[in-house]
């Protein structure tokens, strides 16, 4: 592995159904974070985590959750998927860790569809 | 309400064209700017600008801020079709959220061979 990776790359879902998408960096960067692209909204944050074991929210968290069990991962989840969730779905980590540069190096995405 | 705006929202220019691309904004605790070129998937980091008036430059794309007005630009000389992408600009604010980074909407540019 190298940088971000996520899982999976589409999906199509039912509405009502509980989905997991999944994040993993091996650059053992401090914060994550899960952000979603709409066309002409640009990139908007979800949620976020500066170290493992605490998360935050951001922009638009509901209807979505998450965990922070170690450095390496962090999962996204969809309790009961709504057609408004509908959207390309950006994981991004960064080595800040409350001093320093915030830049984000982003993984490939999640493009999720929900019907 | 947007505290990163961008502008144009989408530009079309001809190959060898020079285009120079805005991004205003408003946020507490300002630390940095960044700007990221999109392409297919994702967004990849293109530079960082946490002082005024000192220039980024990497080959035909450079960047400058301006802190007093709350401003930073990116300019593109002699475009190639590869540089057709959403441009996303960024500002690191240590506000509430810690390390926050506000996006603008991006622009949209496509040059024509």
């Known amino acids: 592995i190298a940088g971000i990776t996520q899982a999976p790359t589409s999906q199509i879902l039912a509405a009502g159904r509980r989905m997991t998408l999944r994040c993993t960096q091996d650059m053992r960067h401090n914060a994550m974070y899960w952000y979603r692209q709409d066309l002409g909204l640009g990139l908007r944050l979800i949620h976020y985590s500066n170290t493992a074991g605490t998360t935050g929210k951001g922009e638009v968290p509901d209807g979505y959750s998450v965990s922070r069990a170690n450095t390496d991962d962090f999962p996204l989840t969809l309790a009961s998927a709504v057609p408004s969730q509908t959207s390309v779905y950006f994981c991004a980590s960064s080595a800040y860790s409350g001093t320093g540069s915030n830049e984000q190096f982003f993984g490939p995405g999640t493009r999720l569809t929900v019907l | 309400e947007d505290k990163v705006v961008q502008s144009p929202l989408s530009l079309v220019v001809h190959e060898g064209d020079t285009v120079t691309l805005n991004c205003s904004y408003e946020?507490?605790?300002?630390?940095?700017l960044l700007w990221y070129k999109q392409e297919k998937k994702a967004p990849t980091f293109l530079f960082m600008l946490?002082?005024?008036?000192i220039e980024k430059k990497s080959g035909r794309l450079s960047s400058i801020l301006d802190k007093k007005e709350l401003f930073s630009i990116l300019n593109i000389t002699a475009t190639q079709t590869g540089d057709s992408a959403v441009y996303l600009c960024?500002?690191?604010?240590?506000?509430?959220?810690?390390?926050?980074?506000?996006f603008g909407r991006g622009t949209q540019l496509t040059v024509w061979p």
């Open positions: 946020v507490t605790n300002f630390r940095s």
């Open positions: 946490t002082s005024s008036g």
């Open positions: 960024a500002v690191d604010s240590r506000g509430s959220t810690l390390g926050r980074l506000y």
